[in-house]
């Protein structure tokens, strides 16, 4: 066991991270506090550890929107990650508590060919990029037993710092690369999720926009339920009209998780399809929306050390503008604590 591989103490205005498992690392991050945090310091320690079986549940509840609206058995896939947890795999928790809040780890598609979970994440991508120009070549690699493909799992809440993501995935390839016996993978296959984002139209000044999957907190029946389906239909015609032409949507891709454009830059196939879930074209919030996409990648064993260097050039960029961070505010702090006296 290796706990803690990490440990990274967050005293906002800064995070220091104290070590790692492949050499040593001293760094510092800098997360700026809000307005809110005048009157004192929120003190977190989060680890990246290997994981624990009573991580079972949380990671049921992170891999829900996997493979979007696919059903699949989640409990079959998670009990595959965590019987490898003395190999490779790691979570990120919070020092002191139980619940983890992210994990990583890669599953070898070829030894568990026949297991449904693992039939279920091969179907979906075939189904799926089954309009891209590469297609045969995504149905070639995939449809082989032989071809040593290693899933990529990696899934985390929302909003955890991302001076995490380069340093949890060198960790994770690293086991990869120092697995004994050696699974020899010749593929990594990943499912992410990206975006686009749109700002309404400005000549529909008196539209109201509604996230149809979000309801409504009225609690008055009737009145409150004709109210809702009203701002349903409306939102549902606005989707329609910019589904057809979206002259306000930005073309710029973005990521939920910094390093999956790292995996996309390396990957020799790519694929990306629209999420609509539900009938609903877009996610609406106020006068802006984005637009949910599947992103599909095939990964050449062979990139791994250009990938890993790349995450460790993303760490130690992170690290600079972080000492600049760190000093810049303790310099402040100095010389507030001057101005008080």
């Avoid at 000044?205 to 809702?228: C, F, P």
Wanted: glycine share 6%.
């Amino acid at each position: 066991m290796y706990s803690p591989l990490i440990t990274i103490l967050t005293h906002l205005p800064c995070v220091l991270l104290l070590t790692r498992p492949y050499g040593q690392i001293w760094s510092r991050f800098s997360v700026s506090p809000s307005p809110q945090w005048d009157e004192g310091d929120l003190q977190i320690e989060l680890c990246i550890e290997s994981m624990q079986d009573d991580d079972y549940w949380t990671m049921k509840n992170l891999l829900r929107g996997y493979l979007q609206e696919s059903p699949f058995n989640s409990s079959e896939l998670v009990d595959l990650v965590l019987s490898q947890k003395e190999k490779i795999g790691s979570s990120v928790t919070v020092v002191g508590q139980e619940e983890m809040f992210g994990f990583m780890s890669v599953v070898d598609a070829s030894e568990h060919w026949e297991k449904p979970c693992v039939q279920s994440v091969l179907k979906y991508v075939l189904g799926r990029v089954g309009t891209s120009s590469q297609f045969e070549d995504w149905k070639k690699i995939l449809s082989k037993k032989d071809s040593r493909i290693g899933i990529v799992l990696s899934e985390r809440i929302a909003n955890l710092p991302d001076h995490l993501a380069p340093h949890l995935n060198i960790l994770t390839l690293n086991e990869l690369m120092h697995m004994d016996p050696s699974p020899q993978y010749q593929y990594l296959l990943l499912i992410t999720t990206t975006y686009k984002q749109g700002v309404e139209d400005a000549g529909e000044e008196g539209a109201t926009l509604v996230d149809i999957d979000g309801g409504d907190e009225d609690g008055e029946e009737g009145a409150g339920r004709k109210k809702k389906k009203q701002q349903q239909h409306h939102a549902a015609g606005m989707m329609r009209k910019h589904s057809d032409a979206q002259p306000s949507l930005d073309p710029t891709v973005h990521y939920f998780k910094i390093e999956d454009e790292v995996y996309k830059e390396c990957a020799l196939l790519t694929h990306s399809t629209r999420i609509i879930k539900y009938n609903q074209q877009n996610r609406w919030t106020l006068r802006m929306y984005t637009q949910p996409s599947k992103l599909f990648l095939l990964i050449s064993a062979d990139q791994i050390p250009r990938i890993i260097a790349k995450f460790k050039q993303m760490a130690s960029i992170g690290d600079a503008e972080a000492k600049k961070t760190i000093t810049s505010s303790s310099s402040s702090s100095a010389s507030s604590s001057k101005t008080g006296k």
